[in-house]
């Protein structure tokens, strides 16, 4: 009958449906492509970094408003060697020990102030959040990456968030894809 001459998966890591496109030469030279179904269950694109991303970030939410001190706050006190790339008196960047991209940097407010997640900001948090972003901007001024960058805040368990301390990922340096997730 037909030879399959490729056979692609295309992920889309935000899908709960896995499609496969799957190419199929006849016989003759005409072309013909199927669209075929597979398995309907959420789709991840890293299935082994993506289990432990996600068990790592329930774990964290186990413990997110226990009030100890978090990786950051050590990483604020000196306690933990990190590179850092910008440092104000509100705001610290560091480059990340996992990088995503050539520029990975996390940028992070010196004080929590209850701010360990997006969703807990309040009126109260309007200044430090500018100033996250301010400082997402001249990182990237710094690292020459000014004419495209991503900035991502994971929020909760569902978002990955692995760390309950606010912090942005400034992410760079090569061509962002999306969608991101």
């Not at 709960?16 to 003759?28: H, I, P």
Request: hydrophobic letters at 45%; glycine letters at 6%.
């Amino acid at each position: 009958m037909a030879a399959v001459t490729s056979l692609s998966l295309l992920r889309n890591c935000a899908a709960t449906t896995v499609r496969a496109f799957v190419a199929v030469k006849a016989s003759n030279p005409n072309f013909k492509a199927f669209l075929l179904p597979l398995q309907s269950q959420r789709s991840l694109c890293r299935v082994s970094a993506t289990s432990n991303e996600e068990a790592a970030a329930k774990v964290a939410a186990a413990n997110a408003d226990s009030g100890a001190p978090t990786i950051f706050d050590k990483i604020i006190a000196k306690e933990i060697p990190s590179s850092i790339v910008y440092e104000d008196d509100k705001v610290l960047a560091f480059r990340d020990i996992n990088p995503q991209a050539p520029v990975h940097v996390v940028i992070i407010p010196k004080n929590r102030d209850g701010l360990t997640e997006l969703a807990k900001a309040e009126s109260r948090h309007v200044e430090i959040l500018g100033q996250l972003l301010y400082a997402a901007k001249k990182v990237a001024e710094k690292e020459g990456i000014l004419d495209g960058f991503r900035v991502v805040i994971n929020n909760g368990p569902e978002g990955c968030q692995s760390v309950y301390h606010l912090h942005l990922h400034l992410l760079g340096g090569r061509q962002m894809k999306w969608p991101p997730g």
